[in-house]
Each structure stands twice: as structure tokens, then as C-alpha cells.
């Protein structure tokens, strides 16, 4: 099986978690390729996160929610080889974000904190001394570096509000700054290459309130740029930029559909559809992942236990391209390649 082509997500079995492998063919097409036992457990229920899996080179990264650890595995032509397991330098790791190097977890567990380690040369993870802080919030959901890897940005849902963490010398994160959040839940987000943040908010799941916001933290500022764009939906909670940074897509967990936002140079966000709806997915929809070649978009369908397929066009609309089942209801993360 090929290393480019493939889609990841995690079981998060309370029994044992595993990570599921799909290959997938050019035109967004998936097929099941294995199931990796982690080694840890999971919790068996939703952890209201984005970020469960992470990749960076050759290795595959995993949050066991309920052992409190973190998994390492080998991409291989022939599956995934379990390396290392690690402790998550707290409890319950829901997220996690790679850069130069680093590997941060945030544990949504106790107080809730972040913690850095360093990638060694085979993959393998190694805690930083001293490289652990506290949340200035609660409720965390996600957390990534930006893309000069000098910041972490972490969303807090129960709090409404988004921590950023300078990240100094050796890696290690400095104390939290905390920011309001524009719109309240703010939950996922993605970054583009230019260092805008787009951040979904939640709005507690209530019917037609979802919107987006887009903030600049570059050089570690944190500044509005579109407040609150709404899509009209229920639940927006997941979201997925395009490699080229044109366009990102917002999963509507209670409106079973997806929005697209076009994205201006400067950051700013307007829908792709005046009703908000882009696409229709499965029941319930949760993760997303945008593949790696940037024509591919894929859906984990938390509600019928499914992963939607979809090719996106030069306009940013969607099409169609498949669906595969067999996927637990519980099931966290999703990553494409």
C-alpha cells in the first residue's frame, strides 16, 4: 500500500483504541487497509476535539484519551508498526500538532495543560523539561502551532476563549495569553499558509447559529479579521483548509452538511453558498481533513459510522466520490495524505 494516498482515523476504543487505515485512489475513492492497535485505550465516546491524529515524515502520531498517552507508528508500504508509547505529560490528550521537531499534546483532563516534546531522528518522542503549562481556559478542543512554528494556538469551548503560547528556545512554551473568542464555542480551526487562523464557532450546537471567524496571529499577534461569518447551520465545529489556502470547509455536526468559505489574501472569509451548504455528508458529521494533493476532501461521519468522500473543483464546490462504512461511532481524529 502506498504512503501518499491513504486516510487515517482512530478508533477510540474504551477496550483499546486502534488507528484505521484507508487507501484511497486519485479521484477520493476509499478502501479499508488495516486496523493498528495503539497500545492504549480510548475513551468509546466523543472527545469534542480536532487534532486526535497527527503525521509528520514518516511517522504517525495518536492520542489514547484514556490511558493518557501518546502513540508513535511507522508509515510503511505494508501498514503501521506500533514504535513507542509515551505518556501525554497529563490526562486525557485529545489534540496534537507537529512542527520542526516538536510535538505538542493538549490534556483536556484535571486543570487541563499543554505539553511539548521533542521528535527524535527515528520518530520518537521525548518529553521537554519544563515544557509543560497550564490552560488560562477550560474545555479545550484543539491545539496547533502556526505555520512559522513559533506560536501554539489551543480553542477553548466551555470558556469561549483561545489561548496562544509563545514558543521560545528548546522548545518550550511560555505561560498562556488568553483572547476572547469572537463567536462563543469556538472549536475547530486550521490555519492557511499565510498564518490566518479560521476558527469554527459552535454556538452550543444551536439550530442556524454556527459561524467562522478569522484571526491573524502572526509574529504572535491574535487580531480579528472576519468576526462571526455565519453558514446558517447547527453545530460547526470541525474545520479544513485547502493546501492552497483558497478555500476552507466547516463540518455541520447538527445540519449534516458542509459550508465553504472562500479565503481572501488578507484572511477575510465570505460562503461559497448563500445558504451555507456546500455539500451534504452522512449523519452527524465531525472530522475533516483536506488531502494532501488539495483536490480531495474527507468526512468522518460520527452519526451512520462513516467516512464521505468528495473532489473539489476549482470554484471550491464539492462532488461526491464515495463512502465507506465500518467505522465506530466513537472513532476520533482524521488525517489524509
Known amino acids: 500500500r502506498g504512503l501518499l494516498l491513504a486516510v487515517y482515523t482512530s478508533t477510540n476504543a474504551a477496550a483499546g483504541n486502534a488507528v484505521l487505515a484507508f ?21 468509546g465516546g466523543g472527545l469534542g476535539n480536532q487534532g486526535a491524529l497527527a503525521i509528520a515524515g514518516h511517522r504517525l502520531y495518536a492520542v489514547n484519551a484514556g490511558s493518557g498517552d501518546i502513540s508513535v507508528f511507522a508509515l510503511r508500504h505494508h501498514g503501521l508498526t506500533l514504535l513507542q508509547r509515551v505518556p501525554s505529560g ?3 490528550p485529545i489534540s496534537l500538532t507537529v512542527s520542526d521537531g516538536l510535538l505538542y499534546a493538549v490534556n483536556a483532563g484535571g486543570a487541563g495543560n499543554v505539553a511539548g516534546f521533542r521528535i527524535g531522528e527515528r520518530g520518537r518522542l521525548r518529553a521537554i523539561p519544563g515544557a509543560v503549562q ?4 477550560a474545555g479545550p478542543a484543539q491545539i496547533s502551532f502556526a505555520p512559522d512554528g513559533r506560536t501554539l494556538v489551543v ?4 470558556t ?20 476572547v473568542s469572537n463567536g462563543a464555542t469556538p472549536f475547530g480551526f486550521a490555519f492557511d499558509p499565510a498564518g490566518h487562523a ?9 439550530a442556524g447559529a454556527s459561524t467562522v471567524s478569522s ?14 461569518v455565519p453558514d446558517f447551520q447547527g453545530a460547526a465545529c470541525w474545520v479544513a483548509v485547502t493546501r492552497g489556502g483558497r478555500f476552507a470547509y466547516v463540518t455541520n455536526t447538527a445540519s449534516n452538511n458542509v459550508s465553504g468559505y472562500r479565503i481572501a489574501a488578507d484572511g477575510s472569509l465570505s460562503l461559497l453558498d448563500h445558504s451555507g451548504v456546500t455539500a451534504p455528508t452522512g449523519a452527524a458529521p465531525t472530522d475533516v481533513a483536506d488531502g494532501a494533493e488539495g483536490h480531495a476532501l474527507f468526512v468522518l461521519n460520527s452519526g451512520d459510522g462513516t467516512i464521505s468522500s468528495y473532489r473539489q473543483r476549482f470554484d471550491g464546490s464539492l462532488v461526491a466520490s464515495g463512502t465507506v462504512g465500518g467505522v465506530p461511532a466513537g472513532a476520533t481524529g482524521l488525517i489524509a495524505e
Open 23 to 43: 487507501d484511497r485512489a486519485r479521484g477520493g475513492g476509499l478502501t479499508p487497509a488495516g486496523s493498528y492497535p495503539t497500545g492504549g485505550t480510548g475513551t
Open 90 to 92: 497529563g490526562a486525557r
Open 134 to 137: 497550564p490552560l488560562a481556559g
Open 155 to 158: 480553542t477553548e469551548k466551555a
Open 160 to 179: 469561549n476563549s483561545i489561548d496562544t503560547f509563545a514558543v521560545g528556545r528548546g522548545g518550550r512554551a511560555a505561560p498562556a495569553v488568553s483572547h
Open 198 to 206: 479560521i476558527v469554527s464557532e459552535a454556538h452550543g450546537g444551536a
Open 215 to 228: 484571526y491573524d496571529v502572526r509574529g504572535g499577534a491574535f487580531a480579528s479579521i472576519s468576526v462571526s
